[in-house]
T-cell receptor, first 117, second 115 residues
Framework: ETGVTQSPTHLIKTRGQQVTLRCSSQ?????VSWYQQALGQGPQFIFQ???????GRGNFPPRFSGLQFPNYSSELNVNALELDDSALYLC????????????????FGPGTRLTVL | AQSVTQLGSHVSVSEGALVLLRCNYS??????LFWYVQYPNQGLQLLLK??????LVKGINGFEAEFKKSETSFHLTKPSAHMSDAAEYFC?????????????FGTGTRLLVSP
């Protein structure tokens, strides 16, 4: 069973640029969640995709957008990069987003560290 | 709305000593609660989770946590610390019985283990 993978591992961009981060979900998982972890902070929820549709969103501006593909892999796109976007971006996959009677465990990838200069 | 508060950004223990990492939660609905560990330059690994079954939850690497509704707490413990336990630990909460699950994390506690 392949775990969650993310690419690239590290990335350096300048203010105003655009970036795309990629995530391959664990085999059999149809839900992907993205989190931003600033230095010294806990991860913060950006959004979640379930079966190619955005299923929920945290308190992030519209310049943070995403996609989920038919194979359930996902992309996080950030436009007009700002210095404060420098962070570790974590992707987590799970089986099913709607867990009314049970919890669907989220499995995390190793993250992409984005530095904005 | 849900939130967690982790008391103490850093906890230092000696090898072999008891580990106690504190987490208090706030949730308007029954919560799921989690402890994750993060080693340097790595992602998050689930240590244990509370999903409304037993209130005392046992996890990996000898860690356990007890859900106390009256105290809104979910503290993480380990009887004897190992050097390999040195890492960042995050408590997280998620809403139970909703159509959408996201994790809300605390700010983390760095565990330092000295020989």
């Amino acid at each position: 069973e392949t775990g969650v993978t993310q690419s690239p591992t590290h990335l350096i961009k300048t203010r105003g640029q655009q970036v795309t981060l990629r995530c391959s979900s664990q085999s059999g998982h149809n839900t992907v969640s993205w989190y931003q972890q600033a230095l010294g902070q806990g991860p913060q929820f950006i959004f979640q995709y379930y079966r190619e549709e955005e299923n929920g969103r945290g308190n992030f501006p519209p310049r943070f957008s995403g996609l989920q593909f038919p194979n359930y892999s996902s992309e996080l796109n950030v436009n007009a990069l700002e210095l404060d976007d420098s962070a570790l971006y974590l992707c987590a996959s799970s089986l099913g987003a709607s867990g009314r009677s049970s919890y669907n465990e989220q499995f995390f990838g190793p993250g992409t560290r984005l530095t904005v200069l | 709305a849900q939130s967690v508060t982790q008391l103490g950004s850093h906890v230092s223990v000696s090898e072999g000593a008891l580990v106690l990492l504190r987490c208090n939660y706030s949730s308007s609905v029954p919560p799921y609660l989690f402890w994750y560990v993060q080693y340097p330059n790595q992602g998050l690994q689930l240590l244990l989770k509370y999903t409304s079954a037993a209130t005392l939850v046992k996890g990996i690497n000898g860690f356990e946590a007890e859900f106390k509704k009256s105290e809104t707490s979910f503290h993480l413990t380990k009887p004897s610390a190992h050097m390999s336990d040195a890492a960042e630990y995050f408590c997280a909460v998620s809403a139970m019985n909703t159509g959408f699950q996201k994790l809300v994390f605390g700010t983390g506690t760095r565990l330092l283990v000295s020989p």
